[in-house]
């Protein structure tokens, strides 16, 4: 069983900065791409950042040039780094990532996603 657990969601002001964790952890062979997405009330899911296992990246329009992905594949932990926080960046966030999880010969791939956490930008 794997799980993924997040940190690092508050209040905080604009133009402030937060930074968020999420760590893995159980049966894990190896892990795919690791992402953030966001949700904010009554809008859909929406992608913010990815790093994949090329350490590739990709950002969401909105969050360009004010957010960074970076991943720690020692402790298959990913982090976001929100800078110049925007009320329009208030959401829950939600770290996903693809895993191989299981034993060598007898493994499945899944996809996870954390439990979410709140960020809030108070103007």
């Known amino acids: 069983q794997v799980q993924l657990v997040e940190s690092g969601g508050g209040l905080v002001q604009v133009g402030g900065s937060l930074r968020l964790s999420c760590a893995a952890s159980g049966n894990i062979l190896s892990i795919n791409s690791m992402a953030w997405y966001r949700q904010a009330p009554g809008k859909q899911r929406e992608l913010v950042a990815i790093?994949?296992?090329?350490?590739?990246?990709n950002y969401g329009d909105s969050v360009q040039g004010r957010f960074t992905i970076a991943k720690d594949n020692a402790k298959n932990t990913v982090y976001l780094q929100m800078n110049n926080l925007k009320p329009e960046d208030t959401a829950v966030y939600y770290c996903?990532?693809?895993?191989?999880?299981?034993?060598?010969?007898?493994?499945?791939?899944?996809?996870?996603w954390g439990q979410g956490t709140q960020v809030t930008v108070s103007s």
């Open positions: 996903n990532m693809g895993v191989q999880g299981g034993r060598i010969g007898s493994s499945t791939y899944g996809d996870y």
């Open positions: 790093i994949t296992p090329s350490d590739n990246l």
